[in-house]
């Protein structure tokens, strides 16, 4: 079993920058590799950012490219997700989420087996 746990969401302005950790246990099997992905208020689910754990291969979506960096730790077992240049559009609750089934780079929920719990972030303007 794998367990996630999302930490580092708060309320941010504008402009600002927020830093989320998701620390990964269980067992040792790494999988493929790791992703963010947020909710809005009234939204689907969405792709944020993804990361593989060997190599340095990363996805992001448009939304946030260039603002946000998916970072990874495999001594740590924990995934980063830098983000600077917040908007308010970027308010969400942001899930880390494992892919251990299928190769490569992966932007859909489906893609992924293990998810945290979730972590707000809130942007204020």
């Known amino acids: 079993q794998v367990q996630l746990v999302e930490s580092g969401g708060g309320l941010v302005q504008a402009g600002g920058s927020l830093r989320l950790s998701c620390v990964r246990s269980?067992?040792?099997?790494?999988?493929?590799?790791m992703g963010w992905f947020r909710r809005a208020p009234g939204k689907e689910r969405e792709f944020v950012a993804a990361?593989?754990?060997?190599?340095?291969?990363?996805d992001y979506a448009d939304a946030v490219k260039g603002r946000f960096t998916i970072i990874r730790d495999n001594a740590k077992n924990t995934v980063y997700l830098q983000m600077n240049s917040l908007k308010p559009e970027d308010t969400a609750v942001y899930y880390c989420?494992?892919?251990?089934?299928?190769?490569?780079?992966?932007?859909?929920?489906?893609?992924?087996?293990?998810w945290g719990q979730g972590t707000q972030v809130t942007v204020s303007s």
């Open positions: 269980g067992r040792t099997f790494s999988g493929y590799g």
């Open positions: 990361i593989r754990w060997s190599g340095n291969s990363t």
């Open positions: 989420a494992e892919n251990i089934r299928f190769y490569g780079l992966r932007t859909t929920e489906t893609a992924y087996q293990y």
